[in-house]
């Protein structure tokens, strides 16, 4: 089968979950067989070379980044320059006989659509956030404060004015009027985009609770069409185990007990509620080191001088799971409604017990004292006990691990949702479980 993904990020150009759990998808379709062709921006890189057997083609494109960067709203939420993606996209497939489009990411909705409908080839999108209800902390903030239509124009200038009070309150004039025109920039391609999304042939959500969301913001229309399929874990067999060589890379106390920190540094993320549960675990348990990763917030100045804190800033993915072999905990203690954390996917794979909340798609995947634990979003009182039960407690952690490996390689196994996604690509009339396999439910039949 001939297959395009059509996505805003690849490879060398990686920002976080949904490129990784792409690349993971086209190496499995790959070592089937099957022919994948990626089209992505060209931020810098050649504009065409084959990775392990993917075809990747990228688009010129007007800015220039450094792998991690982020491109400008300007230019990725512009119509005129979505329509030229599709153009791009429907020379590409003409070439290689593409017979399935697949959107991998929100700013590929509307060139994915219009391509797939000039070529005639079957149109789906994975769907990872919910950037096409709204923006996905607004849509947090909305479902806090009440607020019932985020379709209409109001609701949607209402939640934006939301979303600048509670995340940017100190914004100086100018920078509150420059946040205001984005969010009024955005609108037309956020109502193309939804208008799109209602027509794709199939929708895959990553989680359950992303589906319901959806489903309870205007896209009931989808039912029939959207079926949930979890992200493809690592391959934690390529990630070398040298936990001696990992702590002296990074200046770990080879005696400490690891807590990881390994995403954005954002209120949604929690990070403020990891930061404040720091102390708290430093009360009870002196040989703690907390390891941070990920671009954002920096450590509060009042956290920094404690030698127990390695703050390493953006790191590639491999030097993540690395980190990941020497880890006791890793913690991922979202407020607002995550669909489903590509680091949590990354850390039970690993064996490592995960600390998350109730909140979004993290109880689908962590079965409360089983492979990890779920704290109250915004608790960290609650996340510090948590951490320092499973590292006071040397047969607790034993335990959670062994249960995480067990409990990802069923639920999220490589070769099931391969097999899923082929039968998507087909059209095939498989009947999507009305409620997907969870960590709860496996674990309640060992």
Known sequence: MNIAFMTEYFSPFVIGGAELSAYALARELTGRGHSVTVVTPNYGAREYEEIGGIRIYRIAFPQKLKPGDQA?????????????????????????????????HTNAIIPAFVAAAFTRCRSVVTLRDFHSITAGSVLWLNRRSGEENIQAA???FRSAFRFQKFFNPDQNGFARLKAWCDIIYRWPDLRLRQFCLRRFDTVIGVSENLRALYFENGFACLKGRFRVLYNIPPDCSRVPYNPEGIKRKYVIPEDAR??????????????????????????????????????????????????AIRDLGVLPNQEILKLMTISDVVVVPSQWDEPLSRTM?????MGRPVIGTSAGGTPELISDGENG?????????????KIALIISDRELQKRLSLRAIESIRRICSPERITDEVLAVYRGDQVVQRSQPETASSYIGRL
């Open 373 to 385: 634990f779920l704290i109250r979003p915004g608790d960290a009182g609650d996340l510090a006990e």
């Open 258 to 307: 690891v807590v990881l920190w390994a995403g954005r540094r954002t209120p949604a993320k929690g990070f403020d509620v990891f930061l404040r549960g720091i102390p708290l675990v430093r009360d009870r348990l002196s040989d703690v080191c907390f390891v941070v990763a990920g671009r954002g917030l920096a450590c509060d100045e009042s956290l920094q001088s404690i030698s």
């Open 345 to 349: 996917i990354e850390a039970l794979s």
């Open 72 to 104: 400008r709203s300007f230019f990725m939420h512009s119509v005129f320059m979505q329509l030229y993606f599709a153009r791009c996209l429907v020379r590409i497939c003409r070439r290689h006989k593409i017979e399935v489009i697949h959107a991998q």
């Open 154 to 156: 109001g609701g949607y």
